[in-house]
């Protein structure tokens, strides 16, 4: 089990704080990922609701893949 420091989670939880406030996404704005085709598009996700959902799957995979190790 990995276990982290109080800062990291008190920034951790910071983060997801800043990525759920309705409006413009301030996190990624500016930043571009390049996609399978070599295009660059950018990162920043405008939809906080789209943002939500995302962070809830990941969350959801976290929980599987503790509880499959803890199997």
Same mark, same amino acid.
């Given at each position: 089990?990995?276990?982290?420091?109080?800062?990291? &989670?008190?920034?951790? &939880?910071?983060? +997801?704080? %800043?990525? +759920?406030?309705? /409006?413009?996404? !301030?996190? &990624? !704005?500016?930043? $571009?990922?390049?996609?399978? $085709? /070599?295009? #660059?598009?950018?990162? $920043?996700?405008?939809?906080?609701? !789209?943002?939500?959902? +995302?962070? $809830? #799957?990941?969350? =959801? #995979?976290? %929980?599987?893949? %503790? #509880? %499959?190790?803890? =199997?």
């Amino acid at each position: 089990m990995v276990s982290v420091t109080k800062k990291f &989670r008190d920034d951790f &939880r910071d983060v +997801l704080r %800043r990525d +759920l406030v309705p /409006g413009p996404d !301030q996190l &990624r !704005q500016g930043v $571009a990922v390049i996609v399978a $085709a /070599g295009v #660059e598009v950018p990162a $920043a996700i405008d939809h906080e609701g !789209q943002r939500s959902r +995302l962070w $809830a #799957e990941f969350f =959801a #995979e976290a %929980r599987a893949i %503790r #509880e %499959r190790g803890a =199997a």
